[in-house]
């Protein structure tokens, strides 16, 4: 079992639609979460922190199930430019500095 | 700002050569870490290191080698290159502040494409 899995999708939502994705995390020890953004073949860039208690930036809301170890991004009111693949990231040990990525899901938002 | 600039961006070697990739952060990051990325794979830690001088293995750190003699630079270096190291290389670098490890944000090169031939 892979320590971060993701749906690969991909995503084919229309502009202006709703669309979540799931990450689910197999080290229960996991302190920080994180969402990247991916473009196509370029560096993979913070989209989010995720908190606890959940958090919202933006469009963008992030949630965090630790009972259940699992991580949502929800995209609200798609745009062309969302179109990319979000990382799931997780730390899995408490000092450690260390990143363990999910593979991604592709997100493409159409006109 | 230049911030964390990896060199070269694309590279083609033959099988058996032995390349080495640059990387150089201006923010004086404590940590830095080397990744593949492939299709299907995500990002797999190779090597990281936590200051200067101090280096430690990650997930897939078999056929590589790293040093870290200033802080600012951490070069990888691929001793004998095989058809299985042909992957897209990320840097990335971390503050590494102590107890806050949810600010503790990596920040990542732009890349290098090595094809091994």
């Known amino acids: 079992r892979k320590e971060v899995e993701q749906d690969p999708g991909p995503f084919n939502v229309p502009e202006g639609a709703t669309v979540a994705f799931n990450c689910t995390y197999s080290n229960s020890a996991s302190q920080s979460f994180f969402w990247y953004r991916q473009d196509c073949r370029k560096e993979p860039k913070l989209l989010m922190s995720?908190?606890?208690s959940g958090n919202e930036d933006g469009r963008f809301t992030a949630q965090l199930n630790r009972a259940s170890q699992y991580i949502s991004l929800l995209i609200r009111d798609s745009k062309l430019s969302d179109s990319a693949t979000y990382l799931c990231?997780?730390?899995?040990?408490?000092?450690?500095?260390?990143?363990?990525f999910g593979a991604g899901t592709i997100l493409r938002v159409k006109s | 700002d230049a911030g964390i600039t990896q060199s070269p961006r694309y590279k083609i070697t033959e099988t058996g050569r032995q390349v080495t990739l640059m990387c150089h952060q201006t923010w004086s990051h404590s940590y830095m870490f080397w990744y593949r990325q492939d299709l299907g794979h995500g990002l797999r830690l190779i090597y990281y290191?936590?200051?200067?001088?101090?280096?430690d293995k990650g997930e897939v750190p078999d056929g590589y080698v790293v040093s870290r003699s200033k802080t600012e630079n951490f070069p990888l270096t691929l001793e004998s290159a095989t058809r299985s190291q042909t992957s897209v290389y990320f840097c990335a670098s971390e503050p590494g502040l102590a107890g806050r490890l949810a600010k503790n944000i990596q920040y990542f090169g732009a890349g290098t494409r090595l094809s091994v031939l």
């Open positions: 995720v908190y606890s």
């Open positions: 290191s936590a200051a200067a001088d101090i280096t």
């Open positions: 990231v997780v730390r899995p040990e408490y000092y450690g500095n260390k990143l363990v």
